[in-house]
């Protein structure tokens, strides 16, 4: 658990898991379920993008409100509203190309600069853009705007390379999952900077899980493996379900190890 003491001597608790195995995988499930929960709602639920958009967008607010209100790290609340984000920001993106004729190639310049000056703006008030460092509700609230914008582009990249540059869901995949593997590798063996890493590979596994989704998800006429929305969200639903029950668990037990006063 990453912690601080300010100059009254109390204890401020991160409000961001440690950056672990079980992080990067919760984060490619939260991604993929994204894609597919957006898709099931628009088109098998018929909610249509506005209704979908509005409902997800409630859905959204109220669960960021109660994570910026908690205490401390809570999983279920962290990653719920991990999931929720990653289905709003495929919507801003979905809205923008099919309601609003934007090119894929435009959407991804146009969040690629709004989230690089998110960057500019966050550094600029706290001087770190180190998850290891979200003690204010302030920080906090950069934190999920830079996440927000790392989902509307990686959408919107996912779908410019596997759609616009017609390279396939299943070769799209791989280039991603190689790009993460290259920052991998150049932060542990050519020590590239904490930071950057994180984020550069933090995007990426957002077009990554996109275009996992997809592939499950799609016809096989349209390149995909035909499981259909509802199956393919199904199966992650329950998969991160699974796994923040585990890391809620793991924490309790964690938090249960409590030093003996001496002194009583």
């Known amino acids: 658990m990453n912690s601080l003491r300010n100059e009254s001597g109390l204890q401020l ?19 993929t379920v994204g894609e597919t929960v957006a898709d099931f709602l628009n088109v098998s639920l018929n909610f249509g993008l506005t209704g979908t958009s509005v409902v997800m967008g409630i859905l959204l607010a109220v669960f960021l409100f109660l994570q910026v209100r908690a205490s401390e790290y809570v999983p279920w609340l962290y990653w719920l509203v991990v999931i929720l984000i990653s289905v709003v920001g495929t919507l801003i993106t979905d809205n923008l190309v099919d309601n609003f004729g934007v090119a894929l190639q435009t959407t991804s310049i146009i969040f690629g600069v709004v989230l690089l000056a998110t960057f500019v703006v966050w550094y600029s008030f706290e001087k770190t853009l180190s998850i290891h460092s979200i003690f204010t509700s302030r920080r906090e609230l950069f934190y999920w705007a830079a996440i927000l914008f790392t989902f509307a582009l990686g959408t919107a990249a996912g779908d410019l390379a596997a759609e616009g540059m017609a390279l396939g869901y299943a070769k799209s995949a791989l280039m991603f999952g190689g790009l993460i593997a290259a920052t991998t590798v150049s932060y542990y063996l050519f020590r590239a900077n904490a930071i950057a890493a994180f984020w550069i590979a933090y995007i990426l596994t957002r077009p990554l899980g996109a275009s996992c989704g997809d592939l499950l998800s799609q016809p096989v006429a349209n390149g995909g493996l035909g499981l259909g929305t509802v199956v393919t969200s199904m199966l992650f639903l329950v998969s991160s379900a699974v796994f923040v029950i585990y890391l809620s668990v793991s924490r309790k037990r964690e938090m249960a190890v409590v030093p003996i006063n001496l002194e009583e």
Request: no cysteine; hydrophobic share 65%; glycine share 0%.
């Open 13 to 31: 608790l991160n409000k961001i898991p440690e950056v672990t195995l079980w992080f990067w995988l919760m984060k490619v499930m939260a991604t």
